[in-house]
């Protein structure tokens, strides 16, 4: 069966310091990957996606960036962090865009 | 941007009473999908309803579609205080060359024992 790994559950991060979020997947080849962001009792912007290992599509221009070295790993990362980069953070994967996505238990990330 | 727009943004209702949201969303699509959030939790997928199909189930979950309208609901019927969530439609339009989900801002649900 497929399940999806995301890390770390919560972060609390000083201005200006780094970030590495990571996602895997397993038991699925060629997933599509997801980085969504999510404020405070609102819906789910869409930062990121790929359709394969090295293919990331940005969503909206922001402080982040998206990787995906392997089939099944996808990483979200920042050189500097702003507060305004504060949220709760998805990785999901779904074997085509329009179908059903399986959901990480995602990152709460606080910058401080 | 948003594909999706679920009213009403709350919902605050007893047990045993029907809970009912909506959906409205742009562009054509292939299909469209209803999700749950427990707080601070990831998504759960629970339906998806082809553009060809008018109405599902699933358990108590009931699902309409109606494309002329490009809106969507679901009814949670006979609702538990475990249905307590959020609750969000998505869609997974064509653009710039992939289909790509996108999610509306959701339902928050409160079942009051």
């Known amino acids: 069966s497929q399940t999806i790994h995301q890390w770390p559950a919560t972060l609390v991060q000083p201005v200006g310091s780094p970030l590495s979020l990571e996602c895997t997947v397993e038991?699925?080849?060629?997933?599509?990957l997801y980085w969504y962001r999510q404020a405070a009792g609102r819906g789910l912007q869409l930062l990121f996606y790929?359709?394969?290992?090295?293919?990331i599509s940005s969503e909206v221009p922001q402080n982040l960036s998206a990787s995906r070295p392997q089939d099944r790993q996808f990483i979200l990362s920042s050189k500097k962090l702003l507060l305004s980069d504060s949220g709760f953070y998805l990785c999901?994967?779904?074997?085509?865009?329009?179908?059903?996505?399986?959901f990480g238990q995602g990152t709460r990330l606080t910058v401080v | 941007s948003q594909q999706g727009e679920e009213d009403p943004q709350a919902l605050s209702i007893q047990e045993g009473e029907n809970a009912t949201m909506n959906c409205s969303y742009k562009?054509?699509?292939?299909?469209l999908q209803w999700y749950r959030q427990n707080s601070g939790r990831g998504l759960v997928h629970l339906i998806l309803?082809?553009?060809?199909?008018r109405e599902k189930h699933s358990g108590r979950l009931r699902v309409t579609l109606d494309t002329s309208k490009k809106s969507s609901s679901l009814l949670i019927t006979a609702s538990r205080a475990a249905d307590t969530a959020s609750y969000f439609c998505?869609?997974?339009?064509?653009?710039?060359?992939?289909?790509?989900?996108?999610f509306g801002a959701g339902t928050r649900l409160a079942v009051h024992p």
């Open positions: 038991g699925t080849s060629n997933p599509n």
């Open positions: 999901a994967w779904s074997v085509s865009g329009d179908l059903e996505a399986f």
């Open positions: 790929s359709v394969g290992i090295g293919q």
């Open positions: 998505a869609t997974g339009p064509f653009s710039g060359g992939y289909n790509k989900l996108i």
């Open positions: 309803i082809r553009s060809n199909e």
């Open positions: 562009t054509s699509i292939n299909n």
